[in-house]
């Protein structure tokens, strides 16, 4: 069984109540204020100028050029659909991560080495690095990760979690060995739109597109994402915001709780017991994540407001 956040049922199924607030993902509890879908958006099928203008958007946000750019349902449908366009057989993830990366590469026949070390990714087929890393936050410079690169035939990055730490970014400086995979719900808080994006080579993104089909993605992802990207003012303001916020929230946190790491969208600290600890804030309407692999680690996504901080100050 594959184990994520966001099962806020199974909270609610577990500890009762509704007025939860879901600190258990890593997506921005600040969204993007959207506004109102056109007519266009909800009726008609997204034409080829509708893509081209979510592919300028993205390509202006992320530095690179709008043909390397190739929309998806979100990050999630690039992780399920790289090993089937990629050759070889020989996989290694650079753990531990986000489970889904090894988990789609097994289910499509590859080979896959979880490592820890960065160097033996050395000689993979397909090597996979999250950067910043979900759950711990390690990160890599673009440097160490043209330098990876160069020890692999080729290197998917994912960047899921870059938005808030554009320095660690290589969209704009890629490697051609090198596909990135980015996320929108997360940062831009609209996990629900699916939207997400993958950068590389044009014959590798035309592939993903013949095995995503005509209409991957939805008008309405298409609108809200790319009024979005462009919305220079609200990504700046909400950088500053993530980062302030991240260490307020370990301000509350560690007296408690040792900080591990984390990004700017989650903190992943150290319990004593990471079962209780979930316990201890579900009763108090608030819902974590905790790893069946850790038995001591206990991720918080950052809260979005000061009640919020609050509760979560008051359940420690």
Not at 19 to 34: C, E, M, V
Not at 87 to 95: D, F, K, P, T, Y
């Amino acid at each position: 069984m594959r184990d994520h956040g966001g099962d806020i049922d199974r909270a609610a199924g577990r500890f009762g109540g509704g007025d939860w607030i879901d600190l258990s993902t890593g997506i921005n509890r600040r969204p993007w204020p959207a506004g109102p879908l056109s007519a266009h958006a909800l009726t008609a099928l997204p034409t080829e100028a509708d893509r081209t203008a979510l592919h300028a958007a993205a390509a202006g946000r992320f530095g690179c050029p709008a043909d390397q750019v190739l929309a998806l349902a979100g990050a999630s449908a690039a992780i399920q659909l790289l090993p089937h366009v990629l050759m070889g057989h020989r996989a290694a993830v650079l753990s531990p991560t986000y489970n889904e990366h090894a988990a789609s590469l097994a289910a499509a026949g590859w080979q896959v080495q979880q490592v820890t070390d960065p160097l033996r990714l050395a000689a993979a087929n397909l090597a996979v690095i999250v950067n910043p890393n979900n759950p711990d936050g390690r990160s890599f410079t673009p440097a160490e990760i043209a330098e990876i690169a160069g020890m692999v035939t080729h290197l998917v990055v994912d960047e899921s979690f870059a938005d808030a730490r554009p320095d660690l970014s290589v969209a704009g400086r890629r490697p051609a060995n090198v596909t990135v995979l980015r996320s929108f719900g997360k940062f831009w808080g609209l996990a629900g739109l699916r939207l997400g994006f993958a950068l590389g080579e044009a014959d590798l993104l035309a592939r993903l597109a013949q095995r995503a089909g005509p209409w991957s993605v939805s008008g309405p992802a298409i609108q809200i994402g790319t009024q979005a990207l462009a919305d220079d003012a609200w990504h700046a303001d909400t950088v500053t915001w993530l980062s302030e916020a991240a260490l307020h929230l370990d301000q509350i946190v560690t007296p408690h709780w040792p900080l591990v790491g984390g990004t700017h969208l989650f903190r992943l600290y150290q319990t004593p017991d990471a079962t209780a600890a979930q316990g201890r804030l579900a009763r108090a309407g608030i819902w974590s994540r905790i790893f069946p692999w850790h038995p001591r680690w206990i991720r918080l996504g950052i809260p979005g407001s000061r009640e919020e901080f609050d509760r979560v100050a008051a359940a420690l």
